[in-house]
């Protein structure tokens, strides 16, 4: 099988639709979303919709769940509040059934995990080796999972205990190590590029392989501006941050 995986689409309709577009190049048997798809941008229905529309399975975000009114913004920034309430105010109620009905986690047919933040908690960062040691000491006997939640794409390698950290845009499953994977984001890179991120993963060829591909920014930056939302996410679009 080959799976595309992506994350953090955040609401941004022309990345979305750019990413996709190369997926369809791509001959993939599936499209896994690891969940945020809104937030941040002016585009929350659309997405939902092309989410919903192409059966990708998705896990949900910890903005998913904020949007839907599962739970409440209390430890967001101000901005990332505000898009909150505004995301709310726009969704329709099957698109809120939709976003309450994601999961938190999902195993791939014994293959892989998927998750957002932490195996364990859709808020939590994997930022460092410590973070993904706690998460490899959950993941029982999997020796490959993917997350998202912080818009930049990385691999966490671990062999007998020691991790090591990967940013090659291809890597070769070996048998012995276990890996934890970030695709980077759809909507809202933080890594300097501006440009969208996603991964295909062959589980035949045991091989991951990186991508970014370029989308509309204006346009998604006029929205922003034109739906009289926050100014700096317009910006940090340009920016990758
Ligand atoms: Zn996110």
């Given at each position: ?6 994350s ?18 791509l ?6 979303s690891?969940g945020?798809?809104v937030?941040?941008?002016a585009d929350p229905?659309?997405?939902i ?6 059966g990708i399975?998705?896990i ?25 309430y ?23 047919e ?12 859709t ?9 993904a040691?706690?998460?490899f ?6 020796t ?53 991120s996603?991964?295909?993963?062959d589980?035949?060829?045991?091989e991951?392989t990186?991508f ?7 346009r ?20 990758g941050?």
């Open positions: 099988m080959r799976y595309a995986i992506l953090d689409i955040h609401s941004n309709l022309e990345a979305l639709t750019s990413v996709l577009s190369k997926i369809d190049t001959r993939v048997d599936e499209v896994i690891l945020d798809i937030g941040y941008n229905n659309e997405c919709e092309i989410i919903r529309k192409r399975r998705a949900m975000g910890n903005h998913d769940s904020r949007a839907a009114g599962l739970e409440e913004p209390a430890d967001f920034n101000p901005v990332a509040a505000e898009m909150v505004w995301t709310r105010k726009q969704l329709t109620k099957e698109n809120i059934e939709f976003l309450k009905g994601l999961p938190g986690k999902l195993a791939f014994g293959r892989f995990l998927a998750f957002h933040g932490w195996m364990d908690s808020d939590g960062y994997i930022l460092s080796a410590s973070d040691a706690y998460n000491s959950l993941m029982g006997t999997s490959l999972a993917f997350f998202g939640h912080t818009h930049v794409r990385l691999a966490y390698l671990e062999k007998d205990g020691v991790i090591e950290a990967d940013t090659a845009s291809r890597l070769k499953i070996r048998k012995g190590l276990r890996y934890l994977v970030n695709p980077g984001a759809v909507g809202q890179p933080r890594d300097g590029d501006p440009r969208s996603f991964l295909v993963y589980d035949k060829k045991g991951i990186f970014r591909v370029g989308y509309d920014m204006e998604t930056r006029e929205k922003i501006i034109g739906a009289g939302l926050p100014q700096t996410l317009a910006e940090r679009l340009r920016l941050m």
